[in-house]
Each structure stands twice: as C-alpha cells, then as structure tokens.
C-alpha cells in the first residue's frame, strides 16, 4: 500500500473510532480490553496519535513516552481526540519523502512507517470502540488486512520483545482465504525459544507440515491475531493456537 492509501485508511478509521466511543458512552466497558473502558480507549489512541504526530513533524530522531492525555471526558474528551487525529492525517500527508525520524519497524521511509503503524494502530482500536458499542463492526478492506497481519508477523514479532516462544519448536501457518493473490497471503512462522521467524508467501511452506494453521478471510484473521476475536478456523494442534493467544499481546 501507498502512504496516501494509508492516510485515507487512518483518516476513516479515526472517524469510526469517535462515532463509536460516542455511541457507546464514555463509562461503557471495553471487552476486547477489558481493563479499559470507552474514555481510557480515547485517552490512550488520542495520546499515541499525538506522539506520532510529535516524530514526524519535528523531526525526532530518538524514542520518547507518549504524553499523558489530559483528563477530560465526553465531548471534551472527543473533541480533543479528533483535534489530534486530524493533526496526525494532516501531518503525514503533508510529509516530504526528506523527513528523518524514530521509527521502530522495518519501512521503506520514516513516514511510510507511521503511515502504516498508525492506520493499524486506530483501526485495531476502532474494532475495541465497536465492541463496546456493541453491534456489527465496520469492514476492513482485505488488503489492508493483509497488510495488516504482515506487519504483525513479520515486523512485531520479529522483534526481540515478542514473548511467542516455546521450548518445543512448532510451526504456525496463517493463510488468508480471500486474498486476491493467495499465494502471497500465506505466511509460515517459526516459533521456539527465540524470537518468532516468519516467512511469507507460498514459496516459504517448505515441504514441513504445519502443527496448526489458522485460516480465513483476512479482516476475521486480523483481528483474531490481534486478539481481538476468535480464530476463524483452527486445524491441527489447538495448542499452537493457544501459544499465540496467550502470548502474542503487543506492550
């Protein structure tokens, strides 16, 4: 996906985000967090959207915490979440392919990566606001779903910090089933007491048979990888699935 397909995805997703947060109250529980209710889930997007903002349009070229949100509620506590989301579209659009900052994945450019991080960021969250609004969630567009579970796999848990491992090796396949190009949306990850190894796209399976697979449509997948909704389909050791589960929370 292009940085312009990524800010248009962030732009709609931060609009479904607020439509729900209001739908849904400010006090309403969050069961996908169940830590959380509806303003701590505006709080924290709203934060993370402003430090992503800060990187990209000052140039920050070293890690810092995101600032507390400040203590508002309700419309407030909208209003100023849509302030910073709007800042964050605007910012990234306007961003010149010159731009050097701090960014923690592999991208092409600083800006493709908060592009990126940040459509999947809202849009995981969005999914948290409609859970507690209750009702049918909007679509997630497949490809961007794909996208999506890539950046996961292969970025997130490539990582050092992913605590998927296991004393006994296994060997987790994803496979979407609506993918345009379905060979390319399979992915083979290797999991054991190191970090996550993850390889995409057909041509990665090898001849070893998968202990578990997790197959379905893309946006179902993206957000049971997520955990933020059953797995669409489970073959093979169930324990497997498990691992990931209990897991595979990004902190």
């Known amino acids: 996906m292009e940085i312009a397909e990524y800010v248009e995805t962030l732009r709609r997703e931060g609009e479904l985000l607020a439509k729900a947060a209001e739908e849904a109250g400010p006090g309403a529980p969050v069961p996908t967090c169940p830590e959380w209710r509806v303003r701590d889930l505006v709080r924290h997007t709203g934060a993370v959207h402003r430090w992503a903002t800060a990187f990209v349009e000052q140039g920050l070229t070293t890690p810092r915490e995101p600032d507390e949100a400040p203590d508002l509620d309700g419309a407030e506590l909208l209003e100023w979440f849509t302030e910073g989301h709007r800042a964050l579209t605007a910012t990234l659009a306007a961003a010149g392919p010159e731009v050097e900052c701090w960014h923690f994945l592999r991208a092409p450019s600083p800006v493709a990566f908060w592009a990126r991080r940040q459509a999947h960021e809202t849009a995981v969250h969005r999914l948290d606001a409609e859970a507690a609004r209750g009702g049918e969630p909007a679509e997630v567009d497949v490809e961007f779903a794909v996208d999506g579970i890539d950046e996961l796999l292969r970025g997130f848990h490539g990582r050092r ?80 699935a498990a691992l990931w589960r209990d897991n595979s929370g990004i902190r």
């Open 161 to 240: 910090s992913s605590r998927v491992r296991s004393p006994e090796p296994r060997l987790l396949r994803v496979r979407a089933t609506d993918a345009v190009d379905a060979a390319d949306a399979i992915w083979t990850v290797r999991i054991s007491e190191e970090p996550p190894v993850t390889v995409r796209g057909a041509d990665g399976t090898g001849d070893a048979a998968a202990d578990c697979e997790l197959a379905g449509p893309a946006a179902r997948l993206y957000a049971a990888l997520w955990n933020r909704a059953p797995f669409p389909s489970v073959h093979g050791d169930a324990r497997t």
